[in-house]
């Protein structure tokens, strides 16, 4: 069964800054999907990002950006220019590309801005 | 623009009551989810559907049953509340086609058991 790591409970961040949440996962798998979620104090489920393993190329939006390391089987997510707004949990997750699998999800990482 | 609807938002139940969370999207989609969220643990799927009148166990389906029986709504219950089932409850929905469709989540029911 796959599994998805966030080895860090908690980071903080000064305003305008960067920040970098880590993500590891395992699979025996060639063809899965990555994504991470962010959820605000008001409970929502957002999608940041998603990432095809299949793609080198990095997945970016505006200010978010992942770090894909298929190898190394890591997909980081990189926050630039942080905001108030950035502050929530985020959620790693995969899921498999074989079939309609459900997402794996990792334990989160509740993400602090600082003014 | 209502997406995915969780009813109830908040509950409070007796250990040993029953009752029925609903979830409801009008995007048209397959798939259909319900997961709970503890502090510490993330989200852990508890039960899916990939289709009307179809369910599939989770990760942690003991203690709960779902339904389908309609493609928009999808039903969690629980048969006799125990103080374990105190939880945030999310349910979400996603596309038949391809793995990178994202899901789309409800905003969650707040469920706590004396």
Redesign the interface.
Known sequence: AQTVTQSQPEMSVQEAETVTLSCTYDTSESDYYLFWYKQPPSRQMILVIRQEAYKQQNATENRFSVNFQKAAKSFSLKISDSQLGDAAMYFCAYRSGSGNTPLVFGKGTRLSVIA | NAGVTQTPKFRVLKTGQSMTLLCAQDMNH??M?W?RQDP??????IH?S?GEGTTAK?EVPDGYNVSRLKKQNFLLGLESAAPSQTS?Y?C?S?L?QG??Q??H?G??TRLSIL
Do not use: I, K
Request: glycine share 16%.
């Open positions: 397959e798939y989810y997961y510490g643990m993330g989200l852990r799927l899916y990939v989770g945030v999310f979400a996603s038949t793995s990178n994202p899901q989540f905003d969650g």
